[in-house]
C-alpha cells in the first residue's frame, strides 16, 4: 500500500509499504480521508524516520482481526486515534486516553492513517451515521478536541466568548460557540485566517497586534468576555487570555505550550477566574460531534481549504510548515 512516510526531520516521502493485517482483537481501515494536525507538524522533528503519522481519520472497515464481531467489512467509522485496553477503569468510562497501556496511532506507538490502511480497536470505534461524508467525518477528531474544551466552560445562546487563534482548533472552537448561539470574536494577527474565521461563522474578528480583541468582545455585548479560549499555546498567550477574561469569567486553555512561560497570577485573584486546562477528548467527545454532525449544528464544510492526494501530502506538508492562511488540509485515498 502507499503512505507517507516520515523519511527525516520535517519531510515526509510516498513509499509502497507492506498493507496490515489485522491482529486479533483489531480492525483493519481503509482509510478514505486523514487531516494534517498541527501536532504532526511539531513530531515530525521528533519522531524516527519510518514512523507512519495521522491520526484524524475516517474509513471503511476492511477486515476484522480474529475474535472481532459486530462490525462489517465496507462499513464507514471514525476511530479515537489509539489503541487501549477497553476493559480498564478508565476505558469502561470512555476515558480511553487515561488508559495504563493506551499504544497512540500517528504519534509514534503504532502507524497512524497517513497511508492506505490502519489498525484500530474496534473499542476506540464509532459508526459514521448516514448522511455524514468522509471529508466531514475526519473533522471529528479536531472538532472533539474543541469540543471538549467547550464543555470545560459555560458556553449559551448570547454568552460572550473570545476564542485566540484561528487555527483548526481555534476554528473548531468557534464552530461549537456558534452552534450554542454564543456571541463569538476570534482573534488571530493573520488576515487570511480570520477572513476564514468569519466565513465560519465567528461574530467579528480581531487583530491583536491592533486593537483589544477583549474590548471588541465588549462592544457586541457590553460584557467583558465570560469566556477566554486559548487556542494558541506560545509564550505570553495564557496571560493574555486571562488579561481578556471578565470578572468570575472562564479561561479554557487548548494550545500546548511546552515551554515555561509567566502570568500574572493575581490578574486571575482579583477577578476569580476558573482556568481550565482540556486535553484531547472521551468517547463521548467524539459521539457528540457525529451527533452534531448528522444534525446539521455544524457547518464545516469552509474549514477544509484543501484536500491532496498522498502523492502530494509531502509537499503540502512542508507547505503547512510555513505561515499559511490555510484551514484543514485532508489527505485523501
Ligand atoms: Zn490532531
Ligand atoms: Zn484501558
Redo the contacts with the bound molecule.
Sequence with gaps: MRAAVLREAGRLAVEEVPRPEPEPGELLLRVRDCGICGSDLHAAHTLPPGTVMGHEFAGEVAALGSGVSGWDVGEPVVALPYM?????????AGD?I?????RSLGLGDLPGAYAEYVRVHPESCLRIPDGIGFRAAALVEPLAVALHGVRMAPVAAGTGCLVMGAGPIGLTTLLWCRAMGAVTVVSDPAEGRAALARRLGATATADPAREHPGSRLQSLTGRDPEVVFECVGIRGTLNDALAQAGIRGTVVVLGVCFGADEIVPGLAVMKELVVRFALAYTKDDFAAALAALQERRLDVDALVTDVVTVEDAPQAFEALMRPTTQGKVLIEF
Design positions: 487501549a485496553c477497553g476493559s480498564c477503569a478508565a476505558c469502561v480511553g487515561r488508559c495504563t497501556t493506551i
